[in-house]
């Protein structure tokens, strides 16, 4: 089993470009989070998804919209990317049953996301 | 959710065993004790998790007080590769409502020395 893989590992943008970043989990998994790590900061959680075809928001959402059409995909999208968005992505899947989920998260190597 | 309180570094030297503890006085009854580590430019790792009972897995034992206010990590051969920033997290088991979220505060930085 891969686990949870997320491309691309590293990515520059400029100032308003867009991009999407991809999350794939091979574990069967219901839930799947995104989130983010500055320097000195811990994860923040920007969205997340209790199953296929269903997202919410999480702590820092603005600037960000997902997706969920497979139940073993995560998209991250920024639209309009801004210096502020620089920084470490992170995407995990946990087990989730209905509403009962598990803090057992397994997370991908990351995304390096440079603004400038 | 409890409020948790590690040292913010500790030495190990290698082959030997890291006890990492982590202090939770306000622990609740449904709160369960997470550990995950995040070596350096790498994703969190889950380590194990318990709620009253001691633990153990393939990759360490968690130990937890009688009074749950407490507990401790155990890496019982530390290798080079154990170096990382450790983190004891507490969050209750969750039946709706809530985001799922690991929060994450500064952790316990291992360094273990050859």
């Known amino acids: 089993n891969a686990g949870v893989t997320q491309t691309p590992k590293f990515r520059v943008l400029k100032t308003g470009q867009s991009m999407t970043l991809l999350c794939a989990q091979d574990m069967n998994h219901e839930y799947m989070y995104w989130y983010r790590q500055d320097p000195g900061m811990g994860l923040r959680l920007i969205h997340y998804s209790v199953g296929e075809g269903t997202t919410a928001k999480g702590e820092v959402p603005d600037g960000y919209n997902v997706s969920r059409l497979k139940k073993q995909n995560f998209l991250l999208g920024l639209e309009s990317a801004a210096p502020s968005q620089t920084s470490v992505y992170f995407c995990a899947s946990s087990y989730g049953q209905g509403m009962r989920l598990s803090y057992e998260q397994y997370f991908g190597p990351g995304t390096r996301l440079t603004v400038t | 959710d409890a409020k948790t309180t590690q040292p913010p570094s500790m030495d190990c030297a290698e082959g030997r065993a890291a006890n990492l503890p982590c202090n939770h006085s306000t622990i609740s009854g449904n709160e369960y004790v997470y550990w995950y580590r995040q070596i350096h430019s790498q994703g969190p790792q889950y380590i194990i998790h318990?709620?009253?009972n001691n633990e153990t897995n393939e990759m360490a034992s968690l130990i937890i007080t009688e009074d749950r206010k407490s507990s401790t990590l155990i890496l019982p051969h530390a290798t080079l590769r154990d170096t990382a920033v450790y983190y004891c997290i507490v969050r209750a088991s969750n039946y709706g409502g809530s985001q799922g979220n690991l929060i994450f505060g500064k952790g316990t930085k291992l360094s273990v020395k050859p």
């Open positions: 318990g709620l009253k």
